[in-house]
């Protein structure tokens, strides 16, 4: 009983992290100095070749019309926190043809 209580808090938790409206990402990594978003390099349909850390998770629903308006949203909020790359993990497409998507804001080891 006492498990199932602090599993459903966990969860509790974290649904509460995702939809706060103070920060569009949930930071899992240390986040630095942002960059522009046309510095962050896009994966999608293909992992990225380097072992990557995993600064935060974020999720972007409807308003966005086309992929391209989408991926320009997740990649301004992974510029934010200073993200080298975004790897897109998921995106569908809504009745009302708007775009929504998944992705992790990474960073790669400098080589």
Excluded at 13 to 35: F, K, Q, R
Excluded at 83 to 89: F, I, K, M, Q
Excluded at 92 to 103: I, S
């Amino acid at each position: 009983m006492f498990n199932q209580s602090l599993k459903f808090c966990g969860y509790v938790l974290i649904a509460a992290l995702i939809t706060s409206c103070t920060h569009p990402i949930l930071m899992v990594g240390e986040a630095v100095n942002p960059v522009e978003a046309e510095e962050v390099r896009l994966y999608y349909r293909q992992r990225p070749l380097c072992e990557f850390e995993t600064i935060g998770y974020l999720r972007i629903e409807g308003g966005h019309y086309s992929m391209n308006s989408l991926f320009n949203k997740m990649r301004q909020q992974a510029a934010a926190v200073g993200a080298s790359g975004l790897y897109v993990t998921e995106t569908h497409r809504l009745d009302t043809f708007e775009y929504t998507g998944v992705a992790k804001a990474i960073r790669c080891p400098v080589s």
